[in-house]
């Protein structure tokens, strides 16, 4: 058997190697597979979006409310106008 030289690695520089390639090859499927699971995905999203119209239902009510939560004058304004709306609409459907 030939000695080795510096320029050629040693067996436990190799099996570093392989080591290395391993686990950056574990980590780029572990990538893939939680690209391609699109449930988990969706399940995801659908918490993510869960958690933001909770959090906008909070921020309007917030909003909505005094802080001894009576209405505000302009939330009673909007919902005097929305109410008006249907009703509006309402008449105009049944005169046609």
């Avoid at 979006?49 to 302009?74: E, F, I, S, Y």
Wanted: charged fraction near 30%; aromatic fraction near 2%.
């Amino acid at each position: 058997m030939s000695q080795p030289t510096d320029q050629t690695p040693g067996v436990d520089e190799i099996e570093a190697d392989i080591a290395r390639t391993r686990e950056q090859l574990a980590t780029t499927v572990d990538e893939l597979t939680g690209r391609l699971d699109v449930k988990s995905r969706v399940k995801g999203r659908v918490e993510q979006t869960k958690q933001d119209a909770a959090r906008r239902v909070h921020v309007a009510r917030d909003k909505a409310t005094d802080p001894d939560g009576r209405p505000t004058p302009p939330a009673i304004a909007g919902a005097v106008a929305a109410v008006a709306l249907v009703a509006l609409v309402v008449w105009w459907r049944r005169r046609r």
